[in-house]
């Protein structure tokens, strides 16, 4: 249980495109997931949390016009890219608590998204 | 807001050795400390985690420790066997009802095991 999926497993744009990444939770409901940016041998930086109706709540720094969230289930969040750059090339990885789940603390983590942008 | 460091930042040990990592965080009211291990290209797995309320830990050969007063907490595998080798995370929970259960990582600790 509580597994946590995302799509795509990798994308390459152009630079001035919009990319769309999707977080599905696929076997419970999850009313906040969060979304993380991992440059290569760096750490996860926490970008934004995303909750289920309702803006979405971004970490200082975090360009909310530039990364779009929208939360419009309990089962799927989305983060649009928007006007990529190369900079903006990294690995964008979403996880979710899973109420009910026995170890409650835990986030579960997607597979993550590679982004490249040329 | 909260902050975590951790320490080394690589580190190589004999197989069969104990390999200890250490993390401070600066929220007091931080309630919870997961540690990921995350393979080359993969997601990270929780391998074990420890509350506030609770000063040790241990599954197998994995344990933490917590030290509230100081604001440190450290994660300690012995017997280590080559599987051991990838990034380790430290992360905490910061406290108060906005942080949304959100969690915040430290830098990473790559570890290596020498056969």
């Known amino acids: 249980g509580a597994v946590v999926s995302q799509h795509p497993s990798w994308v390459i744009c152009k630079s001035g495109t919009s990319v769309k990444i999707e977080c599905r939770s696929l076997d419970f409901q999850a009313t906040t997931m969060f979304w993380y940016r991992q440059f290569p041998k760096q750490s996860l930086m926490l970008m934004a949390t995303s909750n289920e109706g309702s803006k979405a709540t971004y970490e200082q720094g975090v360009e909310k016009d530039k990364f779009l969230i929208n939360h419009a289930s309990l089962t799927l969040s989305t983060l649009t890219v928007t006007s990529a750059h190369p900079e903006d090339s990294s690995f964008y990885i979403c996880s979710a608590r899973a109420p009910g789940h026995s170890s409650y603390n835990e986030q579960f983590f997607g597979p993550g998204t590679r982004l490249t942008v040329l | 807001g909260e902050n975590v460091e951790q320490h080394p930042s690589t580190l190589s040990v004999q197989e069969g050795d104990s390999a200890v990592i250490k993390c401070t965080y600066s929220d007091s009211a931080s309630n919870y400390f997961p540690w990921y291990k995350q393979e080359l290209g993969k997601r990270p797995q929780l391998i074990i985690d420890?509350?506030?309320?609770?000063g040790e830990k241990k599954d197998q050969r994995i344990a933490v420790t917590l030290n509230k007063t100081a604001k440190h907490f450290s994660l300690h595998i012995t017997e280590t066997q080559p599987e051991d080798s990838a990034v380790y995370f430290c992360a905490a929970r910061p406290g108060g009802y906005s942080s949304a259960s959100k969690i915040i990582f430290g830098s990473g600790t790559r570890l290596s095991i020498r056969p």
């Open positions: 420890i509350r506030s309320n609770v």
